[in-house]
């Protein structure tokens, strides 16, 4: 499998679908109109989200007619709907797309939306990313082994280098952290959510007036819509960490490549508040236990080394402030990728 090869063509495909979105955004092409998915209205689709996916999907399917692909609107090619895995006993590769991810910010023309294109092998093994925001006009895009980079030009992280790139920072409170609601707004996940919302914000110690406060106390968190461009950030070195439970494996497949070759790490997103069972368990809380259909995900970015410390000691310092930070946020059941809900 020639990473380059498959790399430059995601590309091309990112601008094809991406001139798709421009254009309807703009006012010129498809509606926006949104419609809900099985009446959810934080959960939308639009005609250019099915017209973008049947675009890409015809383009590989031209290009490498033996390859399995995976979109978000119409599941495998082959029509499975579960038990798909990533490994594949046809020996060939997945494509793993999302039209747009950020439908909501694309029909209120809110200008973080992406589309998002992946490639696994035969093993499973995420190896290119391609994520376009072409209302901004960013790319991004990795291969295995290739780096990232920003519009092919720009390697990431943003400033990239051994004297610039930013030192893992020493405490939650330095950190910026990326931090999505989802689209399941019942009661019992959306407390949930909030009450990490808030643990996250509060005070690492003291006294809000309603009793001890032992919050996380992080600089600040962010919400902008789309998981893919989230990913995107915390691989530009933008935010610290960047938290998920209840996306899929088409919003974070790309970003996975993307943040890996930018020297970031992706995690467990398990939550760990509350379980004293668990607690910071450590096998929890690796690149190896990472699970990417798991619908939990924690990206952490990458981080220089200390001059005095031993190589890799930028990354450890921040997969032990990402244990750190999964014991202020709750856990939520999910039903795995492949999985039927029923």
Same mark, same amino acid.
């Not at 809900?36 to 689709?45: E, T, W, Y």
């Not at 973008?52 to 383009?59: F, G, I, K, Q, W």
């Given at each position: 499998?020639d990473?380059?090869?498959?790399?430059n063509?995601?590309?091309? /495909?990112?601008h +094809?679908?991406?001139?798709?979105i *421009?254009d309807?955004f703009?006012g010129?092409?498809l509606?926006?109109d $949104?419609v809900?998915?099985q009446?959810?209205?934080?959960?939308?689709v639009?005609? #250019?989200?099915?017209?973008?996916?049947r675009? #890409? +999907?015809a383009?590989?399917a031209?290009r490498y007619?033996?390859?399995?692909i !995976?979109?978000?609107?119409d599941g495998?090619?082959?029509g499975?709907?579960t038990g798909w895995?990533l490994?594949n006993d046809r020996? #060939?590769p997945?494509?793993?797309v999302?039209?747009?991810?950020?439908?909501?910010?694309? $029909?209120?023309?809110?200008p973080?939306t992406?589309?998002?294109?992946?490639v696994?092998d035969a093993?499973?093994? /995420?190896c290119v990313?391609?994520? =376009?925001?072409?209302?901004l006009?960013?790319?991004y @895009?990795?291969r #295995?082994?290739g780096?990232?980079?920003?519009n092919?030009?720009?390697?990431l992280p943003?400033?990239?280098g051994?004297?610039?790139?930013?030192r893992a920072?020493?405490?939650l409170?330095e950190?910026?952290?990326?931090f999505?609601?989802? @689209?399941?707004r019942?009661?019992?996940? /959306?407390?949930? %959510?909030?009450? @990490?919302? %808030?643990?996250l !914000? &509060?005070?690492s110690?003291?006294?809000?007036?309603?009793?001890?406060v032992?919050?996380?106390?992080v %600089?600040?968190v962010r919400c902008?819509?789309?998981? @893919?461009?989230?990913?995107?950030?915390?691989?530009?070195?933008? =935010?610290d960490?960047?938290?998920?439970?209840g996306?899929?494996?088409?919003d974070?497949?790309a970003?996975t490549v993307?943040?890996r070759?930018?020297g970031?790490a992706?995690l467990s997103?398990?939550g760990? =508040?509350?379980r004293?069972e668990?607690n910071?368990?450590?096998?929890?809380v690796t690149?190896? &236990?990472?699970?990417?259909?798991?619908?939990? =995900?924690?990206?952490?970015?990458g981080?220089?080394?200390h001059p005095?410390?031993?190589?890799?000691?930028g990354?450890?310092?921040m997969i032990?402030l990402? %244990?750190?930070l999964?014991?202020?946020l709750?856990?939520?059941?999910?039903? *795995?990728?492949?999985?039927s809900d &029923?």
């Amino acid at each position: 499998m020639d990473h380059q090869e498959i790399l430059n063509f995601a590309i091309h /495909l990112a601008h +094809r679908g991406g001139a798709i979105i *421009r254009d309807a955004f703009n006012g010129q092409g498809l509606s926006v109109d $949104a419609v809900a998915k099985q009446g959810n209205p934080s959960d939308l689709v639009t005609e #250019v989200d099915q017209h973008v996916e049947r675009t #890409v +999907r015809a383009l590989i399917a031209e290009r490498y007619p033996t390859h399995r692909i !995976l979109g978000e609107e119409d599941g495998m090619a082959d029509g499975q709907t579960t038990g798909w895995t990533l490994a594949n006993d046809r020996h #060939v590769p997945t494509w793993i797309v999302d039209p747009i991810d950020g439908t909501t910010n694309f $029909a209120q023309r809110f200008p973080f939306t992406a589309i998002s294109i992946a490639v696994s092998d035969a093993e499973g093994n /995420l190896c290119v990313g391609v994520v =376009y925001n072409p209302i901004l006009n960013e790319l991004y @895009s990795a291969r #295995v082994d290739g780096g990232a980079w920003l519009n092919q030009t720009t390697r990431l992280p943003f400033p990239h280098g051994p004297e610039a790139a930013a030192r893992a920072p020493q405490s939650l409170s330095e950190c910026l952290i990326g931090f999505e609601h989802g @689209s399941d707004r019942t009661q019992a996940v /959306l407390d949930s %959510r909030l009450a @990490s919302h %808030r643990r996250l !914000l &509060a005070r690492s110690a003291g006294d809000n007036g309603e009793g001890q406060v032992h919050g996380a106390q992080v %600089r600040g968190v962010r919400c902008i819509g789309a998981g @893919s461009l989230d990913m995107c950030l915390v691989a530009r070195g933008a =935010y610290d960490m960047y938290w998920e439970i209840g996306s899929h494996l088409w919003d974070i497949a790309a970003g996975t490549v993307i943040l890996r070759e930018a020297g970031g790490a992706m995690l467990s997103g398990c939550g760990l =508040y509350g379980r004293p069972e668990v607690n910071t368990a450590k096998e929890l809380v690796t690149e190896a &236990a990472f699970d990417p259909l798991g619908r939990k =995900y924690l990206a952490v970015r990458g981080a220089a080394d200390h001059p005095a410390l031993d190589p890799g000691s930028g990354k450890a310092a921040m997969i032990s402030l990402a %244990r750190e930070l999964l014991t202020h946020l709750e856990d939520i059941e999910v039903t *795995r990728d492949g999985v039927s809900d &029923a």
